[in-house]
């Protein structure tokens, strides 16, 4: 893989300017269309190369590869080969998609091996084993323990010595183009202090980015900031739906529920670490000094642009927010080392998020609760309408993309309407 | 199945006096021997059926089974069938085992299907999708509430309107008779009240319930209080392994994590509440009134005794504390019924614990935390030992069972010994 600018690399395929999917990306994904069932992909321009033809086709013959492997409806068997095995999988590909070979460019199965992404369904990439959702963005707890804490003592004594997280609910996490149904719940009614039931007044994004583990650990065993990215397959938007009115009644004293597990979306295409490799950027200075259980030998933070935008019902999308994933306080190899330094096992298809992701600007905030100061403000869209939090028919949109010298490494869309409370 | 004690059954099993494993239980499990690959039985005595054994001899031909049902190496296939057809696989079976019934007793492939319990190791019988650790003893949540807050008002506002519950690490949850590694982790030294890392120095037991579901609800829907028995296939015993000095520095504002999910220990038979049937019983009264979705039509608490023991190395086991799952103030289906009433969705093999099960009396109290009252006494063993937190190289023990008019349905043993921190 090239990490110099300098080193172009040009494709056969017409990738349009602005495109997230370029020949330095290379996403893995599960889709199916009309024709193909579920299998696995790798995005470049409008295009899925279809990694399960290219493997009939012999192109992977040299590396022994599961049979079938391509053909599952998730990721997983596929990353838990090994980032040796991935890494080299993608490279093939990316060789194989080079201006000047002619392997694939020229082959008679060219045309079955590349399939349109419009017409592609993106399925959910990863069977999800465990999830959690870390807190790692000093902004947003700032912002969180001003709202509804001591503003002088926004954060919380141990926020800067471990990255604080808790587990959330696998079950439903789903691909973007899920759409979600408004949770019902006990909430306190804000004006009689009343407790009711109902649907939620409070529904929120989260603008996170996830990775996804690619290797196990066994029960004890615990993974340094050293070796932590080699657990690490890749990453995808997150949208951590939250409820905020139900989560503020439930959450004492064992952190949110339902105010959360009604739904979280993701992002179908899995930008591996090593599309990433040219962002690496370090993290903000962290002071208190952390233990060294926390302390890393190499940057492990990424300059990634994030972006939310809400798009109400028969409106064009208002961007409400952009933030960016190099600011967050604890960075990835911290959380891993931390989550396991107990012990705790990890498996192939674990989904880690990185908590809200805020900057220091009003526009920065990654979440209504903090852009509209739970409630006490507007944000205008474009067009006029105004929002406080999220509305029934309202669409949720989240971009995120990495850019540099010309080298452009996104993630795509993901986007999740909200439909009304059953 | 009978309810009525006056219809004994009677079987041409040799069942030991105080068998928890009597005709009237007859729990499921995954078990594997030197011979047997592993695969699904029911105990009886001290055997176990080897149910793919009595599929091969055409015992369920008329049930028409997916082929190699009992050939997995978990319930899930197997519970994903449906309550008609688990309860008449165990209908099926009971009826083989009657003292009358022939077809087994006097069959030639008897001895194969009759396996030595002593002979075989018990597997996990579930792959746990999601994990969820409720909060339901009051008495428990009372006891946490004067230790750590205010004993003037030890239960929060929101826990008489709600089962409190959160979401827990389902990667590390073991099977009986797989050791425990005692964590490390940050944590407040109490002398000096620095913060220090290392092994966890109040290491300690919960004794809960845990119920695994086995009906599966699509995302949005939710489950009644009336239905959510349909969702329940059985329970095990479950040990909530929790590291206090941990969990307390850490589990603001988020809840428990890494106090936590180093590990959760689980019984290996899974008790079908169709075996729990006769032992139903009211619950406490609840007061103030719950809201219409938490509202129940019949009773669905059961008199389920429980008991945890100690057994420091080389000395005998002593008794520390005995509690009743009936007097839990909310109950499995107000569990169920809240967990999806947002839409969470569910799957078969998803485990939901029922939090400490203390009681009134001091001897009740379901953890060291309780039993020691966070340290400040001790525990004496019957040996003169005294423990305040759980001791490496301590095997803490688990049984419980249900007992009422001549019939006994119990859980057998979860036994899991604490090693030393790595």
Known sequence: MSDSPTNTLNTWVEVPKNSDFTIYNLPFGVFQNKRLS?????????????????????????????????LNESL???IGLGKVITRKI??????????????LRDHSARGKVMVNRKEATMLLPVKIGDYTDFYSSLEHAANVGKMFRDPENALLPNWKHLPVGYHGRASSIIASGTPIIR?????????????????????DFELELAFITGKSTKLGDSVSTADAEDYIFGFVLFNDWSARDIQAWEYVPLGPFLGKNFAS????????????????????????????YLKCDKPHSFDIQLEAYIQPEEEKSSKVCSSNFKDMYWNVAQQLAHHTVNGCNINVGDMMASGTISGKERDSFGSMLELSWNGSEV????????RKFIEDGDTVLMRGFAEKNGVRVGFGELKTKVLPAK
């Open 76 to 78: 997983n068997e596929l």
């Open 183 to 203: 949770p019902k719940g006990q909430m306190k009614n804000p004006e009689s202090n009343t407790l009711v039931f109902g649907p939620s007044k409070k529904l």
């Open 379 to 386: 944000v205008k869209l474009e067009s006029g309408t105004e």
């Open 265 to 292: 979306s993701i992002s179908p295409w899995v930008v591996t670490l090593e599309a990433l490799e040219q962002f690496r950027e370090t993290g903000p200075p962290q002071e208190p000094e952390v233990m060294s």
């Open 90 to 103: 993608r490279e093939r590909v990316q060789d194989l998609l080079l201006e000047d070979n002619e392997k």
């Open 38 to 70: 579920p299998r696995i992909g790798v995005a470049i321009g409008d295009k899925i190369v279809d990694l399960s033809v290219l493997d009939q086709e012999g192109f992977f013959s040299d590396m022994f590869l599961p049979e079938g492997v391509f």
